[in-house]
Nanobody, 121 residues
Framework: QVQLVESGGGLVQPGGSLRLSCAASGSIVSINTMGWYRQAPGKQRELVATITSSGSTNFADSVKGRFTISRDNAKNTVYLQTNSLKPEDTAVYYC???????????????WGQGTQVTVSA
């Protein structure tokens, strides 16, 4: 079984920063792409950023220049550095791995439980 556990959310003022972490655990052999999504109240879940095991990144237009994504492959951990936060960044942020290769076979579309980010004065 594979688990993704997020941490680092919280309440921050506009213009502030937070660093989110997502650690994958289980009998993991490899994870290619890991990513962050978010869901605001009353809205659909949307892509924030993704990163491959080789370091290729992709960002939503709304966060380009403000957010960065990185990962530690040895620790199966992905990070999201969020800077210059705006009230519209308020959402539950979810970690995702579309495919996790494990010792017992592939696991598809694995999600974490989410971490709340609230941007408010």
């Amino acid at each position: 079984q594979v688990q993704l556990v997020e941490s680092g959310g919280g309440l921050v003022q506009p213009g502030g920063s937070l660093r989110l972490s997502c650690a994958a655990s289980g009998s993991i052999v490899s994870i290619n792409t890991m990513g962050w999504y978010r869901q605001a109240p009353g809205k659909q879940r949307e892509l924030v950023a993704t990163i491959t095991s080789s370091g290729s990144t992709n960002f939503a237009d709304s966060v380009k220049g403000r957010f960065t994504i990185s990962r530690d492959n040895a620790k199966n951990t992905v990070y999201l550095q969020t800077n210059s936060l705006k009230p519209e960044d308020t959402a539950v942020y979810y970690c995702n791995a579309p495919l996790v290769v494990t010792r017992t076979g592939p696991k598809y579309n694995v999600w974490g439980q989410g971490t709340q980010v609230t941007v408010s004065a």
